[in-house]
């Protein structure tokens, strides 16, 4: 049966199908996006196509992806009339569509809500659904990057949680980005699995190669049942952010001084065959260890229960 509070937010470009390179960056989508760009910034402030280059290259120093918002803020060009041209770009080149797509999102609209979050405009977003043959399959979820509210920003995924009223634990993205969909969507304590052929996931709850695998990690792995211990699964996702991140060489030199500082501390208890002592020792530093040292506590339990 169909829940209406169990969600599935897919990413766009490189999740529903394959670019052609494997990543937005160097993809012919975005080669063919600068082009337009360029001849829309020469047209709309009458320069010559060098000049309307350079233009271009310092709204991308300033403003990153956000073209858009760069060309409106210095120019006053109107983000929709900039979307409408620039964007509007026929999929049938660009994309792939692969044969099991739509049996496989049918198969998950059966159980889960769909939606779709892309800060590409939605003429685009359209373009690519109609030629996946999916337009039907998202209805009024569909969530696009014209307005204010983008991965970008990091912003989207609250505004798709407070728009559709419902939990971020009974959330996961599907996403081909680590640092656009992956992250913010964990950090907010929704789920999340990246689609990659190479790489697997750190972060990620799962990492898959393609859409077709969905169905059956979302139900085989325990992490990713929704609503199920999601306090729990927040919070090792922080966790592991935290030491894969920052401070895994730090949290491995503290992990070898207190091994080390164990084995000394064993060695001296052995010799004085005072095992009360070390008893007491042991419930000592276990209550100094906060719940995040799950790492640490491992090794510390490993080294005293040899
Ligand atoms: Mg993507």
Known sequence: MKNQNKLIIFDLDGTLYQLDSGSFQKSSLRRQILKNAETYIAMKLSKNQPDARCILNDIQKQYGEQISIGLEKDFGINRYDYFNTVWNISARRIVKKAPYLKKTLLTLKKTYMLALVSDAPLVWINNVLEELGIQNLFRDNIFSGEGSYRKGLNNAFPNIVQILKIKPSNCVVIGDQEHT?????????MRAILINNTKKSRIADATIKSIRELPATLKNKKCLRLDHHHVQAHWQSLH???FSQKYLGLCRT?????????TWL??????????NLFQRQKIK???FLPPSTQLLRLDFQNLLNI
């Open 181 to 189: 969909d992956i992250i913010p969507a964990k950090e907010l304590g």
């Open 240 to 242: 592991q952010h935290f």
């Open 254 to 262: 503290l992990r070898l001084l207190l091994a080390l500082g164990l």
């Open 266 to 275: 064993r060695g001296r208890l052995r010799l004085t065959g005072n095992r």
């Open 285 to 287: 530093l276990r209550r």
